[in-house]
């Protein structure tokens, strides 16, 4: 039996899976969307089932990958910012030796 501990969901921290946090529902929500348009347009008489299938596709292609840009572009200026705190820290840092006798 799995204690009460490794039962609970840990959310990881990590850049890839704060990304897929952020893109999944994203994702999802924009197919459902784009389905249900595709059905509307269909029901409607506007296009064949072809032409539905087509559009929905393009467009999914489209929306979905202008959302993984966007979310990549954030990650990259987290990173960045990230790696700019981390090379401030490592310049301000004093050497090890400068410790010894300070307590």
Known sequence: MLSQKAREPRPS???GATMLRST????????????????LGEDLGLYSTIVGIVLMTAMAIGVIGALLWTFA???????????AVDAQLTHSSRPPHAYRGAF
């Open 13 to 15: 921290r990590v850049p």
């Open 24 to 39: 999944l529902p994203a994702a999802i929500a924009v197919l459902v969307v784009l389905s249900f348009l595709r059905w």
């Open 73 to 83: 572009r954030r990650l990259d200026r987290d990173d960045a910012a990230r790696r």
